[in-house]
C-alpha cells in the first residue's frame, strides 16, 4: 500500500517558467540592462597614470613580440632556402 508521502498532491501545479515566465522579454531586457549598469558601478577604473604605464608597457610587448617573429621567420626563411635550394 503506497505511503501519503509517495503521492504528489493534485492540487499543486508544476510551475512554468519559473519567476521569468511571468515576465515579458521587454521587461526582462531592462533587467539585464539595470544589472549590467550595476555591475559597471563597482567597476574600479584606472587613473589616466595607471593607464597611461599600462597602454606604454603593452605597446612595448607588442613591438618586442613582432620583433621576435620577424627574427624567428627571417631564419626559418633562409634555413628553408639553404635546404630546399
Same mark, same amino acid.
Given at each position: 500500500m503506497p505511503d501519503a508521502q509517495d503521492e504528489a498532491p493534485e492540487s499543486k501545479k508544476a510551475r512554468k517558467g519559473?519567476?521569468?515566465?511571468?515576465?515579458?522579454?521587454?521587461k526582462r531586457l531592462?533587467?539585464?540592462?539595470?544589472?549590467?549598469?550595476?555591475e559597471l558601478r563597482k567597476v574600479v577604473w584606472p587613473t589616466r597614470n595607471q593607464l597611461t604605464t599600462y597602454t606604454a608597457v603593452v605597446i612595448i610587448f607588442v &613591438? @618586442?613580440?613582432? $620583433? #621576435?617573429?620577424? &627574427? @624567428?621567420?627571417? $631564419? #626559418?626563411?633562409n634555413a628553408a632556402k639553404y635546404v630546399f635550394g
Open positions: 519559473g519567476k521569468r515566465g511571468k515576465k515579458g522579454p521587454l531592462a533587467l539585464f540592462y539595470r544589472q549590467i549598469v550595476a &613591438v @618586442i613580440m613582432i $620583433g #621576435l617573429v620577424t &627574427v @624567428i621567420d627571417y $631564419g #626559418l626563411s
